[in-house]
T-cell receptor, first 116, second 114 residues
């Protein structure tokens, strides 16, 4: 049973527009959420995170929104650029610290294509 | 500062064989985690080592094992390979603070089991 779901395998957006990537989770114990970006032939790169005590975290063009009651988070990229084309993974954990209870659970990813 | 390195980058094995993958973390990092990425299951956590001790383990069979050396380099071993073990195996290292957002991934080892 998937605890973290990214229901859209792919998303295509025009350069300059907003990209919205969605993620749903089922485990109410999850307290810490992250987004990673992955280019082909490279490992994932950490993008942005959010703790459950917040509902929004912003870093430059990237903003993550968390709706705990709906068990839903989203990543907004504004404005989208062709270099943002990659696979984006949502991940969740009960704790932000490695080695603590619970592991990092990933979604299956959404492939974002930003067209010039 | 050099990133996380993994060797080999590509590997082809046959069913029943065993394989050892290697990961060298970023200098000074003491935590090394391993993940398996497959098209069907996505990215799944295998285990994490810190100062030569396994600190956390995912839900994988005992055929998957690992170890960490005193220089923080880590190896992962898979015995009696099955077709379903074909995957990209990713290693990630983390510094003393040991938080997920400070975890840096290597490029992975692509294992193909025939």
């Amino acid at each position: 049973d998937q605890q973290v779901k990214q229901n859209s395998p792919s998303l295509s957006v025009q350069e300059g527009r907003i990209s919205i990537l969605n993620c749903d989770y089922t485990n109410s114990m999850f307290d810490y959420f992250l987004w990673y970006k992955k280019y082909p032939a490279e490992g994932p790169t950490f993008l942005i995170s959010i703790s459950s005590i917040k509902d929004k975290n912003e870093d430059g063009r990237f903003t993550v929104f968390l709706n705990k009651s709906a068990k839903h988070l989203s990543l907004h990229i504004v404005p989208s650029q062709p270099g943002d084309s990659a696979v984006y993974f949502c991940a969740a954990s009960e704790n932000p610290n490695l080695g603590s209870q619970g592991n990092l659970i990933f979604g299956k990813g959404t492939k974002l294509s930003v067209k010039p | 500062k050099a990133g996380v390195t993994q060797t080999p980058r590509y590997l082809i094995k046959t069913r029943g064989q065993q394989v050892t993958l290697s990961c060298s973390p970023i200098s000074g990092h003491r935590s090394v985690s391993w993940y398996q990425q497959t098209p069907g299951q996505g990215l799944q956590f295998l285990f994490e080592y810190f100062s030569e001790t396994q600190r956390n383990k995912g839900n994988f069979p005992g055929r998957f094992s690992g170890r960490q050396f005193s220089n923080s380099r880590s190896e992962m071993n898979v015995s009696t390979l099955e077709l379903g073990d074909s995957a990209l195996y990713l290693c990630a290292s983390s510094g003393n603070r040991g938080t997920y957002n400070e975890q840096f991934f290597g490029p992975g080892t692509r294992l193909t089991v025939l």
